[in-house]
């Protein structure tokens, strides 16, 4: 049972999504394929070959030099077909979500889109994705035969965890005509440029509704000053306006999977832990107990934010 993952690129460069959702393939244990689309993007395959992959194809066309929706599906169909995978795996990306369904669609199968996790259970795949903006998780299972289809979420999986390799490429030109593209691209979409990019951040301070008002943010964005850590918020913070929308994290906000996430008088609503949950070491400082928030930490810190995040901060600076 191989797995097949669609990577992308911008500007000459695969996306951190693409490596994240390789690392989300390569944790199922699997054989990996790794495709990638363009024209003249024989750099980009020698990256992907530097990692443990059993094959890297590259896709090499002049039609497929900009992306089109007819294009991709084409060549994508031809080397699923010819290669019978079990899965195949896409970065959940603006991209992919325009043409990753019409492909399923095209082979007789759905997409499960989204995805934030995964599990075997007596030897099938169960994955994981959120409802009705994170309130609920959902776990699917595919019916049918294979190939499946699946798109993976950003920052559900650490790109920083893909092991080494050297995988062999196999250079393919799939039979694309012009005839073939009814579209006529223009510049790529972009995202509104965020003053703030959680999900480049190493260490984040993330701090919820126990900071109870906006005059006491200075107690946590000390302890985030100590820790040389981007300063984040739970969605009740930014709804208040005591930080900008662009520092929340959560299913309506950023996604993050920074090596160390200190969450600092947040319960741990579900909205905020799918934003959450990959990260690498997740810190927890809450007076309840009971806080949902403790279910995902590694460390748990019971006590007042207002007493625990000044002596942090003081041991900190007593280690510079």
């Known amino acids: 049972m191989s797995i097949l993952v669609i990577t992308e690129h911008r500007e000459g460069t695969l996306t951190r999504l693409s490596l994240e959702t390789l690392a989300a393939a390569l944790s199922m244990e699997k054989p990996v394929t790794a495709v990638?689309?363009?024209?003249?993007?024989?750099?980009?395959?020698?990256?992907?070959?530097?990692?443990?992959?059993?094959?890297?194809?590259?896709?090499?066309?002049?039609?497929?030099?900009q992306y089109t929706p007819d294009?991709?599906?084409?060549?994508?169909?031809?080397?699923?077909?010819?290669?019978?995978?079990?899965?195949?795996?896409?970065?959940?990306?603006?991209?992919?979500?325009?043409?990753a369904p019409k492909l399923a669609?095209?082979?007789?199968?759905?997409?499960?889109?989204?995805?934030?996790?995964?599990?075997?259970?007596?030897g099938a795949l169960v994955l994981v994705r959120q409802l009705f903006q994170g309130k609920l998780n959902a776990d699917v299972r595919f019916a049918?035969?294979?190939?499946?289809?699946?798109?993976?979420?950003?920052?559900?999986?650490?790109?920083?965890?893909?092991?080494?390799?050297?995988?062999?490429?196999?250079?393919?030109?799939?039979?694309?005509?012009?005839?073939?593209?009814?579209?006529?691209?223009?510049?790529?979409?972009?995202?509104?440029?965020?003053a703030v990019d959680l999900t480049a951040a190493d260490v984040?301070?993330?701090?919820?509704?126990?900071?109870?008002?906006?005059?006491?943010?200075?107690?946590?964005?000390?302890?985030?000053?100590?820790?040389?850590?981007?300063?984040?918020?739970?969605?009740?913070?930014?709804?208040?306006g005591w930080l900008p929308m662009e520092r929340q994290v959560g299913s309506s906000g950023q996604t993050v999977a920074p090596k160390l996430y200190v969450a600092v008088g947040i319960s741990g609503?579900?909205?905020?832990?799918?934003?959450?949950k990959g990260s690498k070491v997740i810190v927890a400082i809450n007076k309840d107990p009971d806080a949902p928030i403790f279910e995902v930490a590694d460390y748990g810190i019971v006590g007042d934010l207002f007493e625990v995040a000044p002596a942090l901060v003081e041991e900190l600076r007593k280690e510079r």
């Open 36 to 65: 990638v689309l363009g024209h003249s993007v024989g750099a980009l395959a020698s990256q992907l070959a530097g990692y443990a992959l059993e094959r890297v194809i590259a896709l090499e066309h002049s039609l497929l030099l």
């Open 71 to 99: 294009g991709y599906c084409r060549a994508l169909l031809e080397t699923v077909q010819a290669r019978e995978p079990w899965l195949v795996l896409f970065p959940h990306s603006y991209q992919s979500r325009d043409y």
């Open 105 to 122: 669609t095209a082979l007789g199968r759905v997409l499960a889109s989204d995805v934030t996790g995964h599990r075997m259970e007596d």
């Open 144 to 194: 049918g035969e294979a190939p499946h289809f699946a798109s993976i979420q950003a920052g559900a999986y650490r790109a920083d965890t893909l092991p080494a390799g050297t995988a062999p490429i196999e250079t393919v030109t799939p039979e694309i005509h012009a005839a073939d593209i009814r579209t006529n691209p223009e510049a790529p979409f972009r995202e509104a440029q965020r």
């Open 204 to 240: 984040i301070v993330s701090v919820g509704r126990g900071i109870k008002e906006a005059e006491n943010l200075p107690v946590v964005q000390a302890l985030a000053e100590a820790l040389g850590a981007e300063l984040a918020a739970s969605r009740p913070i930014c709804d208040n």
């Open 269 to 276: 609503a579900i909205q905020h832990l799918v934003g959450m």
